[in-house]
């Protein structure tokens, strides 16, 4: 597509459930980014992936968060075991590659609601 | 997580006065970019910044690469009603390497008509 493409845009989900968020980088974009924004906040960076290298996951706050990325392009960040501090919006963005001097443009992101 | 310090948080302004913004970081970035966010949508990017002292403009925009690669600003000249929202800005590629991209605090705009 033109653009990256997010999936849901909003999500509510009850304390204690699974959710899987779903991100179509722009095509040929190599490198793909998760970042997550609670109100009012700047980008808390999650983790980022390129090409086929291991991923940097230095940003996943504990190990209910695990993000995969199947054949080079869709990518999924999972969420098991939702807490209410968990609300807050997930953006990904993608870049042509990870060299420095690539720009990454952003999703329009999920807005994750956990009651 | 990690962030950078930007400046102002917040600011209310005329429309047509010209607005300033900076960020700073103790690390050492290769590349900045500066991003607008307006309510209930992505980032989109404004401006990006590759080398060290490099002055680059877009329109109405203006920003710089520090020379000590530690900072950047943000200039909007005579702004107008539409330039409202969140800046931030973004830092990626320091000396140990890492490729994620580290964004600042953000300030908001508002400008009065």
């Known amino acids: 597509g033109a653009g990256v493409s997010q999936s849901p845009s909003n999500k509510v989900t009850e304390k204690g459930k699974d959710v899987e968020l779903r991100c179509d980088p722009i095509s040929g974009h190599t490198a793909l980014y998760w970042y997550r924004q609670s109100l009012g906040q700047g980008l808390e960076f999650l983790i980022y992936f390129q090409g086929n290298s291991a991923p940097d996951k230095s940003g996943l706050p504990s190990d209910r968060f695990s993000a995969e990325r199947t054949g080079g392009s869709v990518s999924t960040l999972t969420i098991q075991r939702t807490q209410q501090e968990d609300s807050a919006v997930y953006l990904c963005?993608?870049?042509?590659?990870?060299?420095?001097?690539?720009?990454?443009?952003f999703g329009q992101g999920t807005r994750l609601t956990v009651v | 997580g990690q962030q950078l310090n930007q400046s102002p948080q917040s600011m209310f302004i005329q429309e047509g006065e010209d607005v300033s913004m900076n960020c700073t970081s103790s690390s050492i970035f290769n590349t900045w970019l500066w991003y607008k966010q307006d309510p209930g949508e992505g980032p989109v990017l404004l401006i990006a910044?590759?080398?060290?002292?490099e002055l680059t403009s877009n329109g109405r925009l203006t920003a710089q690469f520090g020379i000590t690669r530690k900072d950047s600003f943000l200039n909007i000249s005579a702004s107008i009603p539409s330039d409202v929202g969140i800046y931030f800005c973004?830092?990626?590629?320091?000396?140990?390497?890492?490729?994620?991209?580290?964004f600042g605090t953000g300030t908001r705009l508002k400008v009065l008509a």
């Open positions: 963005a993608s870049s042509l590659g990870i060299y420095q001097g690539v720009e990454a443009f």
């Open positions: 910044l590759y080398k060290a002292g």
């Open positions: 973004a830092g990626q590629g320091s000396t140990s390497g890492t490729y994620k991209y580290i």
